[in-house]
Structures are given as structure tokens and as C-alpha cells.
């Protein structure tokens, strides 16, 4: 705690209570005139710190545990307590104080604060504060800030609210700038989802003008450098050997350059080796490209176990890439239930159904498809096996191609959906519309 908190007769908020109408924090402050920059931080993982909250009511109880399963606070140590003020203080008596602690209260005035004060008193001079009351009062709010809370949040909250809140407390000012990442897994082998990765990460560059580096995962057989025409490299896999080497200095190194505005991580496309990732060296080395582009695409190969799962949480957007078929369906539904539960403050997975109406293929009705997944296809493709194949063979990305344009449009259009820009319409609306369903 910054200081104690002494009961100052010039302020009674139980006598004159002022409702904040439009702005309840700085942080919301910032969401008025800028959304993108909060949302920004509000998706940045809380670094591994300790979080107790003391709640009054059962119901705030319920939505920190709830809160507390978010992706966000994955590496923070969470626990939830029953009893609010009182207990915090008996509990830190003999105790060492969390890195930041929550207590509920509805008291107001002198009551509060020598509850306050006396919490300052057993609390580690490092430890956050952020007061969960009842008045959505601006005074109440200011003199709170001026005596070393660090937020005042007011009912009724939601659980991205108080993730956002947490996030906010503990976002390196040396380090502001986090990219988005994408993170893209077939429903079963040989459905494209790697020919979607590249593309629609090349769309992100061109068509967005994002810089983005795709990091292609599946090392033994990754297709990254071949799409490109680029020579394979042990980038991406002497990054993840050595994940406390990783910085700015050599991922410039170890990146391949295709474009302006489009970087590859290669896989070395190699069986010299067995190649068995670790979780926490993924997490780190993707940390370290978030924080030097602003779009990272993972393209993740057909498998499952611990880091593949944990990526798939820890991104901020996920495209399954399915095609119309019973073990597409089956498994395309598992990935999308399993995220969509583990995710409840994101965005749903994205499904690309691609290669419809292959000829002589007896296939599942997109329709079908979409009413047993429970949720449309964020974009549809059709088979075409002439434009695919020669743009793989040639080392070209659709857009490259005179034949493409079509297909590019819907490329497009999912690209802006899952970074939040604006696509640009080379077609009629009513084209991409053929394309693009969103879900």
C-alpha cells in the first residue's frame, strides 16, 4: 500500500454522494477516447502474480473464480474468499500480503476508511488495492486514488471488467506495444488449414497493410517455406530450444523475410530429429513476437497434446479449418465446444469450411454442417483443385493469382473479422456475400 488511510473529515461521502454518469475509472476514461488501446492492454496474458479476492456477497464470489478461469489470468494465482474488509484483515495478520488483493465492500465514510487504514497495516508496502463498493460516486472515487487504492469499480460487473481492471494494474510501461494472435489447426490432416493460415496471413499484410509473421509449428513436415518459396531454416526451432535467448536482435535473425510487411518463421521440414515441444518455450518465444508485430499467425499442425492446447487458449482469435465431412464435423465440434467453454470472454472460434463440392465426393450440406456445429461457417470455399495446387506448386498465394480474385475477397473479409480492421472490397458486396457467412 502506497499509504494509510486516514479518515479525512473534509470528505463524507455519506453526506453528499455525487453519481458518476459516464466514466467510473481512468480506465474507462481511456476506453471513451480511444477503444482499441484499452482492448489492447485488456488482452495482455497478467504476468504470475498472486490475486486474493474478499468478497461480501456470494454472488461476487462466483464471478471472481468465474474471472479468474479467463485466459488473461492463466499465470496469476487466483483464490477467492468469503467475508470481504474483515477477513482480508484477520487473514494478512499473520500472513504475507498477495501482490494485489480485491475486497468488497459497501460501507461508506469513516467506516470504511478505518477498516481501510487498518488493512493498510498489515499489507506489504508492494501490495495492490482495488475496492469493489457500492456508490458510484466520484468523490468517493477520487479520495480512494489519493490515499493508494489503485481502482474503485462499482456494480454491476462483468468479467471482462475486472480482467480488464487487473490488466490494467500491471501492463509494462516499458513495453506497451502486444500483437494479436491467431491461431489456426486443421479439424483432421489434409483440410487446408495451413493453405488458409498462409493465405489469409498474407491478406493481413497486403490487403490490411499489417505486419504480421506467420510461425509455421509443424517442424517436421511444415509447407510455410514452400508456399513462399523460401528456403526452409531452423528459425522457429532454435527459438523454441532456446526460448531465454529470445529478443529483438534475434528474431530478426532468425525471421524470414517475404514482403515489406510479411515475415515467416520456417519450419525446418526435417526428420533428422524427433522434435517434442515444450509449453512454456512456446509461450515465451510467442510472447516475444507479440511484442515485436503487431499480427502473429500460428499455423498449428493436425495434433493434440499440452503446448498445442495451450495455444489454442492463449490466442486472442482461432480458425478451425474443416471440410464437409462426418470425422470434419466430429472433430471441428470438439475443438469449437472445448474453446468455446475454456474462452468465455472471447470471441467464439472462427470455422472456415473449405473444399465444397468436390466432384464425386459424397459430402455433409453446408446447411447440415452449420446446424450440427451450432454456429455458421465464418467463410465457405469451394473446391478448386486447378487454382490451389498451382499456387502451391508455384510458391504463390491466391492473391498472386489472375484466378484468385474471388476467393481473396472472402480471404479478406475473415481477415478484417479476426483483426478488426476494415477489408477492402475489390468485388460487389453481393459476391463476397456468396463467400463470406458470418458467425
Known amino acids: 500500500?502506497?499509504?494509510?488511510?486516514?479518515?479525512?473529515?473534509?470528505?463524507?461521502?455519506?453526506?453528499?454522494?455525487?453519481?458518476?454518469?459516464?466514466?467510473?475509472?481512468?480506465?474507462?476514461?481511456?476506453?471513451?477516447?480511444?477503444?482499441?488501446?484499452?482492448?489492447?492492454?485488456?488482452?495482455?496474458?497478467?504476468?504470475?502474480?498472486?490475486?486474493?479476492a474478499f468478497c461480501e456477497l456470494p454472488e461476487t464470489v462466483e464471478l471472481m473464480r468465474s474471472a479468474s478461469q479467463d485466459r488473461r489470468l492463466g499465470r496469476a494465482h487466483f483464490s477467492s474468499f468469503e467475508g470481504g474488509l474483515p477477513q482480508a484483515i484477520e487473514r494478512y495478520h499473520d500472513e504475507p500480503t498477495p501482490d494485489l488483493v480485491i475486497v468488497e465492500s459497501g460501507m461508506r465514510g469513516k467506516s470504511l476508511f478505518d477498516q481501510l487504514n487498518e488493512l493498510a497495516n498489515v499489507c506489504d508496502p508492494t501490495t495492490k488495492v482495488v475496492i469493489v463498493g457500492a456508490a458510484n460516486d466520484?468523490?468517493?472515487?477520487?479520495?480512494?486514488?489519493?490515499?493508494?487504492?489503485?481502482?474503485?469499480?462499482?456494480?454491476?460487473?462483468?468479467?471482462?471488467?475486472?480482467?480488464?481492471?487487473?490488466?490494467?494494474?500491471?501492463?509494462?510501461?516499458?513495453?506497451?506495444?502486444?500483437?494479436?494472435?491467431?491461431?489456426?489447426?486443421?479439424?483432421?490432416?489434409?483440410?487446408?488449414?495451413?493453405?488458409?493460415?498462409?493465405n489469409l496471413a498474407w491478406c493481413v499484410s497486403e490487403s490490411l497493410s499489417v505486419d504480421t509473421t506467420i510461425v509455421d509449428l509443424d517442424l517436421p513436415f511444415g509447407t510455410a517455406s514452400l508456399d513462399f518459396n523460401q528456403e526452409a531454416s531452423q528459425g522457429v526451432a532454435e527459438a523454441l530450444a532456446h526460448p531465454e535467448r529470445v529478443d529483438d536482435?534475434?528474431?530478426?535473425?532468425?525471421?524470414?523475410?517475404?514482403?515489406?510487411?510479411?515475415?515467416?518463421?520456417?519450419?525446418?521440414?526435417?526428420?533428422?530429429?524427433?522434435?517434442?515441444?515444450?509449453s512454456d518455450a512456446c509461450e515465451t518465444v510467442f510472447e516475444a513476437i507479440r511484442r515485436s508485430v503487431p499480427v502473429m499467425a500460428l499455423d498449428l499442425p493436425h495434433q493434440w497434446n499440452s503446448w498445442v492446447h495451450r495455444s489454442l487458449i492463449s490466442c486472442d482469435e482461432v480458425v478451425i479449418t474443416a471440410t464437409p465431412?462426418?470425422?470434419?464435423?466430429?472433430?471441428?465440434?470438439?475443438?469449437?465446444?472445448?474453446?468455446?467453454?475454456?474462452?468465455?470472454?472471447?470471441a467464439p472460434p472462427r470455422v472456415?469450411?473449405?473444399?465444397?463440392?468436390?466432384?464425386?465426393?459424397?459430402?455433409?450440406?453446408?446447411?447440415?454442417?452449420?446446424?450440427?456445429?451450432?454456429?455458421?461457417?465464418?467463410?465457405?470455399?469451394?473446391?478448386?483443385?486447378?487454382?490451389?495446387g498451382s499456387a502451391a506448386n508455384n510458391g504463390l498465394m491466391l492473391g498472386e493469382t489472375?484466378?484468385?480474385?474471388?476467393?481473396?475477397?472472402?480471404?479478406?473479409?475473415?481477415?478484417?473479422?479476426?483483426?478488426?480492421?476494415?477489408?477492402?472490397?475489390?468485388?460487389?458486396?453481393?459476391?463476397?456475400?456468396?463467400?463470406?457467412?458470418?458467425?
Open 249 to 278: 536482435v534475434l528474431l530478426d535473425r532468425l525471421v524470414t523475410r517475404c514482403t515489406d510487411r510479411l515475415t515467416l518463421f520456417t519450419a525446418p521440414g526435417s526428420l533428422d530429429r524427433e522434435w517434442e515441444l515444450d
Open 352 to 388: 472456415v469450411l473449405n473444399q465444397v463440392g468436390m466432384p464425386k465426393r459424397p459430402e455433409i450440406p453446408v446447411k447440415d454442417f452449420a446446424e450440427a456445429l451450432g454456429v455458421e461457417p465464418a467463410l465457405v470455399l469451394p473446391f478448386d483443385a486447378h487454382l490451389f
Open 138 to 198: 466520484i468523490a468517493l472515487y477520487r479520495e480512494l486514488m489519493r490515499r493508494g487504492v489503485s481502482e474503485y469499480l462499482v456494480p454491476p460487473l462483468s468479467e471482462i471488467q475486472v480482467i480488464r481492471a487487473i490488466s490494467e494494474l500491471y501492463v509494462d510501461p516499458d513495453a506497451p506495444f502486444y500483437g494479436k494472435a491467431i491461431a489456426f489447426i486443421g479439424a483432421k490432416g489434409g483440410v487446408g488449414s495451413s493453405t488458409i493460415a498462409h
Open 402 to 439: 489472375p484466378e484468385g480474385a474471388k476467393i481473396v475477397d472472402g480471404l479478406n473479409a475473415l481477415a478484417a473479422l479476426v483483426t478488426g480492421r476494415t477489408a477492402p472490397v475489390s468485388r460487389p458486396v453481393s459476391l463476397i456475400n456468396k463467400l463470406l457467412k458470418r458467425g
Open 1 to 52: 500500500m502506497q499509504e494509510s488511510f486516514e479518515y479525512d473529515d473534509a470528505y463524507d461521502a455519506e453526506a453528499q454522494p455525487v453519481e458518476v454518469e459516464d466514466v467510473d475509472s481512468p480506465a474507462e476514461a481511456e476506453a471513451a477516447v480511444d477503444p482499441s488501446s484499452v482492448m489492447e492492454a485488456a488482452d495482455r496474458p497478467v504476468p504470475r502474480i498472486t490475486i486474493a
Open 325 to 346: 465431412d462426418l470425422a470434419s464435423l466430429r472433430n471441428a465440434k470438439n475443438i469449437f465446444d472445448l474453446l468455446k467453454a475454456s474462452r468465455p470472454n472471447d
